[in-house]
């Protein structure tokens, strides 16, 4: 059976994008009883700051699209991604793990010695 079966519910941008629609009617109903010529100057005089809006809050609908979909596919699939993150961080630790056995080793070497060195001395 199809995953895609089951009733959809709208999300976080489907709700913003009906509230968009239902400010954008409501514009038009406002605007509807107006002249065309003063529609038109209206307009003229609204659209730097529309665009302004539009420059202003895209980058921040973005980033907020892209954690909501990132946190919705991180749930969906988190063993996946636990398993990624586990590798990754193994990935960034090599080095310093390698490094710390590189520093101790040869300490851990001589204490060895000397154990066996003292241990011998002894008989």
């Known amino acids: 059976m199809s995953t895609y079966t089951h009733n959809l519910t709208m999300t ?3 709700l913003a994008l009906a509230r968009l629609e239902a400010a954008a009617e409501t ?15 209206i307009l ?3 659209a730097p700051f529309i ?19 990132s946190v919705k596919l991180t749930a969906a699939r988190w063993t996946t991604v636990a398993r990624h993150l586990k590798n990754v961080a193994l990935f960034i630790a090599a080095p310093f793990i390698g490094l710390a056995y590189l520093l101790a080793l040869p300490v851990v070497g001589l204490g060895t010695i000397a154990y066996l060195g003292f241990k011998a001395a002894r008989r």
Do not use: Q, S
């Not at 514009?27 to 100057?41: G, K, L, Q």
């Not at 665009?51 to 979909?69: K, Q």
């Open 12 to 14: 976080a941008p489907e």
């Open 27 to 41: 514009f038009n109903t406002i605007t509807e009883h107006v002249t065309a010529t003063t529609r038109t100057v």
């Open 44 to 46: 003229m005089a609204a």
């Open 51 to 69: 665009g302004l809006l539009f420059v202003l809050t895209l980058p921040v609908i973005c980033v907020a699209l892209t954690v909501y979909y």
